[in-house]
């Protein structure tokens, strides 16, 4: 595979966005919204095929990837209210939105704070709320324990952003958040290390990453949040999660399916957190299966 990507783009929304947009249809527009640490790099295996049915746009949020902070916050609500002056701004006809474990908490949020701004969400190893029973892994959550504790978490992320080897960084990562990390070729890892070297110039790289952490882990603390967020949420859903996810265990995903039986879900046997990145293939033709039902 050799990727030919669209340029990168900047757009002002107090600060710059930094995002691609691969040409589609003008009535629909897929905004790609990545994960915690991630960056546009998450989608350029699926977005040339998402772009049959639509403009894609995948954007770096405000501390991640090439979009720096400057001065914007990094919690749920900061970045949420960033992806609705993008959705506000650069998308076009209908928007649909897809996101990736913390970028599927972003799109949910969106998505039931102003339900006018979303048609669907696409939602991929997305971080659901905890169900009962159904236990995460125990390094992943002793992991983001320490990112919670005062100093141990923000030294953490100094070490992960600025002090370890970039492409140690890519390759570490992807074997947690996929199931085969020889499924990913070579020049899609090459394309997230250029973005953690390009990341890891940012002296605001590390406290980003612990504020969206930290914030991740008060919504989840929350009883009555989680639920009244998905409850307010009207758009159709497709869930599409790996039963290999170590970071979301799929058991979240199906749980909150049972709570919203009008969803569409498909749990793939085989994958892991990123399915877009592990089986593009499979994942475009679930969403491409899908689509007649929003439109």
């Known amino acids: 595979m050799t990727l030919d990507l669209p340029a990168l783009q900047t757009i002002d929304l107090d ?17 790609l919204v990545h994960g915690l640490g991630g960056s546009n790099a998450n989608w350029v ?37 960033t992806l609705s002056r993008f959705v506000e701004t650069a998308a076009t006809g209908e928007v649909i939105l897809s996101g990736n474990s913390m970028g599927g908490v972003v799109s949910m949020i969106q998505a039931a704070v102003e339900p006018g701004s979303v048609r669907a969400l696409v939602l991929t190893g997305a971080g659901f709320p905890r169900a009962k029973h159904v236990r995460p892994h125990p390094l992943v959550w002793a992991t983001f ?22 492409e140690r960084v890519v390759r570490l990562g992807m ?4 199931a085969n990390a020889s499924s990913i070729p070579d020049d899609v890892i090459e394309l997230h290390v250029d973005a953690v070297r390009a990341h890891a110039n940012d002296p605001d790289a590390g406290p980003a990453f612990v504020d969206a952490a930290r914030s991740l882990l008060r919504l989840g603390r929350r009883p009555d949040a989680a639920p009244r967020i998905l409850g307010n949420v009207t758009a159709p859903v497709l869930v599409l999660h790996g039963r290999r996810d170590t970071l979301v265990p799929a058991g979240w995903a199906e749980a909150a399916l049972r709570e919203h039986p009008t969803w569409r879900g ?18 475009l033709a679930e969403v491409a299966d899908w689509l007649p039902e929003v439109r």
């Open 15 to 31: 600060g710059p966005v930094s995002y691609r947009e691969w040409a589609g249809p003008a009535e629909t527009t897929f905004v």
């Open 45 to 81: 295996r699926v977005a040339p095929g998402l772009a049959g049915f639509g403009r894609v746009l995948a954007l770096d949020l405000p501390g991640f990837g090439r979009s720096p902070r400057v001065g914007r916050g990094s919690g749920m609500m900061d970045l949420r209210r």
């Open 145 to 166: 324990t320490m990112y919670e504790a005062p100093q141990v978490g923000d030294l953490l992320a100094q070490v992960r952003t600025r002090e370890i080897d970039a």
């Open 175 to 178: 074997r947690v958040i996929t």
């Open 266 to 283: 498909r749990i793939f046997p085989d994958l892991g957190h990123v399915p877009m990145l592990e089986a593009p293939g499979r994942w």
